[in-house]
C-alpha cells in the first residue's frame, strides 16, 4: 500500500481525510470529463477542510491517494481493470492497474484508517435480480468496512427498494440527510422513504462513532439529495433508464459490464445532460463528506 505523503500526514494527525473512488474515473464518466470532475472533487474536499485520498491500484500498489499526475494516468489510461473485493488483490498479485469501486475503495480506506468516503451511486440490487441474482458487492462491504459512504442515492437502474431491503438485512444503517425520502440520485426523491433522516453532520459523526465504540463491524450510509437546481425528474430519466436497460439485456450485457455498460448508455440517450447532474451531486457528496470527517476527527472517543 502506498499513502501520499499529505494523506499518511493528516491521518498520523488525526486530521479529517476523504477518500474517493476511482471506479466513476475510469468506468463512470468519459475523459476528459472524468479527470476535471476528479479534480473538482479533490479541490472540493480541501475546500471543505479536509485531505481528498483517491483509492486506485497502479503498478500492483493499493494507492490510497494519488498526485496530479497519478491521477491523469488513471483518466486516461484504457483497459483500466474494474475492481471489486473479489478482484483487488489479484490485480496487486499480478501487478496490475485498476479502478476501485465503492466495495474495493472501502477496503482501501479501512486499511488506511480512513472513516469517510464520497461516492455518487452506489451499486445495490438490479432490477430483474429475482432472475439475475445482480447484487452488488458494495452492499455487503458496507456491513463489513468501518466507513461512511457519502451517495446521491441509487439510481433507478437498480431495484431501490429491494436494495434497501438488502441493507436492513445486512444491518447497514441507512440516512438520508436533511431529508424524509431515499434519493434517486438524478431526483431528491422517488416516493421511497429513507429508514433514517439526520439534520447535521455532527449526528452523522456521532452515530457512526456509536456503533465503533460498540464494537459492530460495518459503516453507515449516507444519501445526500441532489440539489434542486441540478435535478432530472424521474418522468424524464424513467423511460431513458428503461431503454439503456432494454439495450443492455438485447447487448447481452452481464456481470460487472451491467453497470458500466447502463451508465455510460444513459449518458449517451440523454446527450449529456445527465452527466452534468452526476458532477453536481458528487460535489455535493464531497462537501458532506468534508463536513462529516471534520466532525469526527473533532469528536471525543467514545
Ligand atoms: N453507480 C453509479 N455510478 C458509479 C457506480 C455505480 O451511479 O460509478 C460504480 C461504483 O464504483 C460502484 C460500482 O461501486 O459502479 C458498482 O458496480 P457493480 O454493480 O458491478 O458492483
Ligand atoms: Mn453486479
Not at 439526520?198 to 459492530?216: K, N, V, W
Amino acid at each position: 500500500m502506498d499513502v501520499l505523503p499529505q494523506v499518511a500526514a493528516a491521518l498520523a494527525d488525526g486530521q479529517p481525510v476523504v477518500a474517493l473512488e476511482s471506479t466513476i474515473i475510469s468506468h463512470g464518466m468519459p475523459y476528459p470529463d472524468n479527470l476535471a470532475t476528479a479534480q473538482r472533487v479533490e479541490q472540493t474536499v480541501r475546500d471543505g477542510g479536509a485531505v481528498p485520498a483517491t483509492i486506485a491500484v497502479l503498478n500492483g500498489r493499493l494507492c490510497i491517494g494519488l498526485d496530479p499526475d497519478q491521477l491523469e494516468i488513471l483518466a486516461q489510461a484504457k483497459d483500466v481493470a474494474k475492481l471489486s473485493r473479489a478482484d483487488l488483490a489479484i490485480c496487486m498479485a499480478r501487478g496490475g492497474m485498476g479502478a476501485t469501486t465503492v466495495a474495493a475503495t472501502m477496503i482501501g480506506a479501512r486499511l488506511a484508517g480512513i472513516s469517510v468516503f464520497a461516492t455518487g451511486g452506489i451499486g445495490g440490487v438490479h432490477r430483474g435480480a429475482e432472475e439475475t441474482f445482480d447484487i452488488s458487492a458494495d452492499l455487503r462491504e458496507l456491513a463489513e468496512s468501518p466507513v461512511n459512504v457519502i451517495c446521491a442515492g441509487a439510481k433507478s437502474i437498480l431495484d431501490v427498494p429491494k436494495t434497501l431491503e438488502v441493507l436492513e438485512t445486512l444491518g447497514v444503517p441507512v440516512i438520508t440527510y436533511g431529508a424524509a425520502e431515499f434519493p434517486a440520485f438524478w431526483a431528491r426523491s422517488a416516493g421511497q422513504a429513507s429508514p433514517q433522516r439526520m439534520e447535521s453532520p455532527s449526528d452523522i459523526a456521532q452515530a457512526y462513532l456509536m456503533r465503533r465504540a460498540m464494537g459492530l463491524p460495518g459503516g453507515q450510509l449516507i444519501a445526500n439529495p441532489i440539489p434542486a437546481a441540478d435535478e432530472i425528474p424521474q418522468d424524464v430519466m424513467g423511460p431513458i433508464i428503461e431503454q439503456a436497460q432494454t439495450d443492455a439485456t438485447a447487448a447481452g450485457i452481464s456481470a460487472k459490464d451491467v453497470t458500466p455498460y447502463l451508465l455510460s448508455r444513459i449518458v449517451a440517450l440523454t446527450k449529456g445532460r445527465s452527466l452534468k447532474a452526476n458532477i453536481a451531486l458528487v460535489l455535493n457528496n464531497a462537501r458532506l463528506a468534508a463536513a462529516i470527517a471534520q466532525e469526527i476527527s473533532a469528536a471525543p472517543r467514545l
